[in-house]
């Protein structure tokens, strides 16, 4: 969720029901060198607790450094670990997914977070089910992760191979919630609360994380809850409440400072903007406008013209009926 997961949507998804987040992964080594570029990944405001900061890296004495100095400047509630990202220029650091292949290396690294923190927070892990089919090891490595005093897993139910192709193997993480004694929480393929319900009916596990279903809608989370407490699914968000999302969330950007001016932060936002448009009426065309946006004003023009061909067309529906 690198790219995704930054300050001002966490703050949009706490609004909307989010009950614990973690920040973008952030470089062990990038944090050594106080990287101010990398620093800002570890913003955080108050109201998003209970929040996790998520680092990766290979050698576990200077993650631990890296968490020591992450606690020094901002006391996040717990320190996250990632085992789990398959893009290849973490990788090829020996980062994320590949550590799967490496479970001494793996051990180090848990370990020596575990131990420069030394309790002052808990340290949670997140990984994959393996790195390909043939080597699928996640109940191996809950247990590494377990006695390297991890407080809690989290379990992509793919292969690093996968990537985000394929179905996820809930079957897998199933087993390792049953095979140790630490929470796990299970990810993957979750689109709504009848997903959730599913998952928490069927496995072992503590709790479920969503992922990549919060890039285009962030109001999954309260649908969630509603399904949960009811058992029947909320109705849709509506098209003009998704813009005035979206909008906002343009606006918060902006303001947030992270950005030199305005049309960088716009244009930071192109992928942003075209996930929220999935299942919109005529979405590829607004796609291909907004990808070349370059301020609030001509979002809010796009914006505009959507919600009025949608009235149009809801207008002439009445006529015909």
């Known amino acids: 969720m690198a790219g995704v997961t930054d300050v001002v949507f966490r703050q949009l998804c706490k609004e909307l029901g989010a009950d614990v987040m973690v920040t973008e992964f952030v470089s062990a080594e990038g944090i050594m060198q106080r990287d101010e570029y990398t620093r800002k990944y570890t913003e955080f405001t108050d109201e998003q607790r ?119 193997n809930w079957e897998v993480i199933d087993a390792c919630a049953q095979q140790v004694k630490i929470p796990v929480i299970g990810n993957g393929d979750i689109h709504s609360g009848a997903d959730i319900a599913l998952r928490k009916k069927t496995t072992a596990v503590s709790g479920i994380m969503i992922g990549r279903a919060a890039m285009q809608n962030p109001w999954i989370f309260r649908e969630a809850k509603h399904y949960l407490a009811t058992g029947e699914a909320m109705q849709a968000t509506s098209v003009e409440d998704r813009w005035k999302l979206i909008l906002r969330h343009c606006s918060l950007t902006v303001l947030s400072a992270r950005y030199p001016s305005e049309r960088h932060a716009i244009m930071s936002m192109r992928g942003r903007l075209m996930a929220y448009c999935k299942g919109f009426a005529g979405a590829r065309e607004i796609r291909q406008l907004l990808c070349k946006v370059e301020s609030i004003a001509q979002v809010e023009d796009i914006a505009a013209h959507c919600l009025a061909t949608l009235a149009q067309h809801q207008e002439e529906s009445l006529t015909i009926s």
């Open 50 to 168: 209970p929040i996790g900061i998520q680092l990766f890296g290979a050698d576990g004495a200077r993650m631990g450094e890296a968490a020591k100095k992450i606690i020094e400047w901002k006391r996040p509630d717990f320190i996250d670990i990632n085992f789990g990202c398959p893009v290849n220029k973490v990788v090829s650091k020996n980062g994320g997914s590949s550590l799967l292949k490496d479970c001494p290396t793996l051990a180090s690294v848990a370990a020596g977070v575990v131990k420069a923190l030394d309790g002052s927070v808990p340290v949670t892990a997140k990984i994959r089910i393996g790195w390909d089919q043939e080597s699928i090891n996640a109940p191996e490595v809950c247990h590494i992760l377990e006695d390297c005093g991890m407080q809690a897993i989290a379990i992509h139910g793919r292969t690093r191979a996968q990537s985000y192709s394929g179905l996820a």
